[in-house]
Structures are given as structure tokens and as C-alpha cells.
């Protein structure tokens, strides 16, 4: 439900000096005379105005916080379209470190006299180390522009392009490697690039066998609400077992593995 708090971008706890400053900033943005092409610019100018007069009154402002105003949404005939939404593809490597995307989008501008118009703009996105498949970023009222209408909000939803060798599993990531028999047995070291692009030695000197996963404490993903912090990285291993042995080989191997 709108409300006047909406309209001011308050919250309801603001201060008097709070929603002074907000009125000065919201009327200056939507001064008719500022937006000559833009059919909504004098009913959100009214509602400013309608808004501030309410909330600037400290007898109204308790009377509208207890009572509300049923009305307000047929105040001045707007009717928020509903939000667009739209999936941004991230590669795994973006969600690690951090990008920016400047996305460009066209809405169209209809006036009341039915005459349309096409409007560009670019939106940056701020893509923080950590985010995750379902993140929304949303950007107000950046929709077409109707009569009568408060534009629609737009929402990005991020969404996680396969890895060819990282898998995400919550806050860790996972690698899968082939080794052979001789590496399961007697250990090696097992190289790898990270998604920032360091070079990772990973020393193996455990017997492998089918289960055993490596743990690599905090080269996992950054976790958004936890700056600083980093999942795990989680190494499996499949075992490539030959597939011929000489008897002699086969007697060695069956006196190695007798002690």
C-alpha cells in the first residue's frame, strides 16, 4: 500500500527535520517544469505537496499514522504498473570478485494525448563479491512511462552460468580431478587456478581413496553478509584404476601392499 511516507521516501519514524529535507528534495525532482514530457510529473507533484502537508503537522501526522487514508491509492487516479522483471547472467568468476554491468534499457513515454516517445538510459549494477542465484536489484520506477500510471519498478535476478570446473554448493566451491592409482597411493601435488586467477598448490599426501574429499578452508566463495569470510574449497577425487597389469607387476604390487 502507498502512503505519504512512500511518497516522500521516508520511513515512519522520521524526524520533522528529516521530512523537510526529503520535500525540498522530492519537489525539486518532480516539478512540473522539470518534466515537460513526462505525463505523471504534476499528480506526483500534488501528492508531494498533499504528503507534506499531512506529515509536516504533527496533529495530522498522528491522526494519518493511526487512521491511515483509505484513498490514497485513487488519490489523483495513479496505479503503479507491476515490476518487470528480468534474469542477469552472472559467470561464477564475477560472483567471486565483484563487477560492475552497465545494462542499457529503452522505455517507452506515452502522454496524455497518446503521442509515444522512446527514452534510453543505462543502469549500473554493483555486483558484490558473494552475491547468489535469486539476488534482486531493483530499480524504481524505471519502467514505460503511462498516463495516469506510476511506472513499473525494474528488478535484475541474478542467476549463475555453469562453471567448467567449479561447482557452487552453498558457500563452497567444488573441483573434481582425475588421479591415478600410483598419485592415490603415494601422494602428489595438484595445481589449480583460482577464480581471482592465483595459482593454488595443493599438496596431497594422504592416501586417496574413493570418498576422501581435500578441504581447503576459506578458498571457497566470499560470503556476502560476512565480509571477509570465504567458504571452503572441496576437492574430489575419481581414481583411474589401469586397465592391465603383468604378473610381475602384479606380484610386486601384491608384496608392496602386504607390509
Avoid at 95 to 106: A, E, F, P, Q, S
Avoid at 154 to 182: A, C, Q, Y
Avoid at 199 to 207: F, H, K, M, T, W
Wanted: glycine letters at 6%; charged letters at 25%.
Amino acid at each position: 500500500m502507498w502512503t505519504y511516507y512512500w511518497v516522500l521516501q521516508l520511513s515512519k519514524n522520521a524526524s520533522q527535520q528529516e521530512i523537510n529535507k526529503a520535500y525540498q528534495k522530492m519537489i525539486s525532482i518532480w516539478h512540473p517544469s522539470k518534466n515537460p514530457r513526462n505525463p505523471i510529473a504534476q499528480s506526483r507533484f500534488n501528492l508531494i505537496n498533499q504528503a507534506y502537508k499531512v506529515l509536516c503537522d504533527p496533529v495530522e501526522r498522528a491522526r494519518y499514522d493511526k487512521f491511515g487514508d483509505p484513498a490514497f491509492t485513487e488519490n489523483h487516479g495513479l496505479k503503479k504498473q507491476p515490476a518487470v522483471e528480468t534474469p542477469l547472467r552472472c559467470t561464477l568468476e564475477e560472483l567471486y570478485v565483484g563487477k560492475t554491468k552497465n545494462l542499457r534499457i529503452t522505455r517507452s513515454i506515452v502522454t496524455f494525448d497518446g503521442t509515444k516517445n522512446t527514452e534510453q538510459e543505462i543502469l549500473e549494477i554493483r555486483i558484490q563479491p558473494g552475491w547468489k542465484r535469486g539476488v534482486r536489484i531493483t530499480f524504481l520506477e524505471k519502467g514505460d512511462v503511462l498516463p495516469n500510471s506510476i511506472p513499473a519498478d525494474i528488478v535484475f535476478i541474478i542467476e549463475e552460468t555453469p562453471h567448467n570446473i567449479f561447482k557452487k554448493e552453498g558457500n563452497d566451491l567444488v573441483v573434481t580431478r582425475s588421479i591415478s592409482l600410483i598419485k592415490a597411493l603415494t601422494g602428489f601435488a595438484l595445481h589449480l587456478t583460482t577464480l581471482d586467477g592465483r595459482n593454488l598448490a595443493v599438496p596431497v599426501s594422504e592416501i586417496i581413496n574413493p570418498d576422501y574429499e581435500k578441504v581447503i578452508p576459506n578458498e571457497g566463495m566470499p560470503i556476502a553478509k560476512a565480509p571477509g569470510m570465504k567458504g571452503n574449497l572441496r576437492i574430489k577425487f575419481i581414481i583411474e584404476f589401469p586397465t592391465g597389469l603383468s604378473m610381475q607387476d602384479r606380484t610386486d604390487l601384491k608384496e608392496l601392499l602386504s607390509y
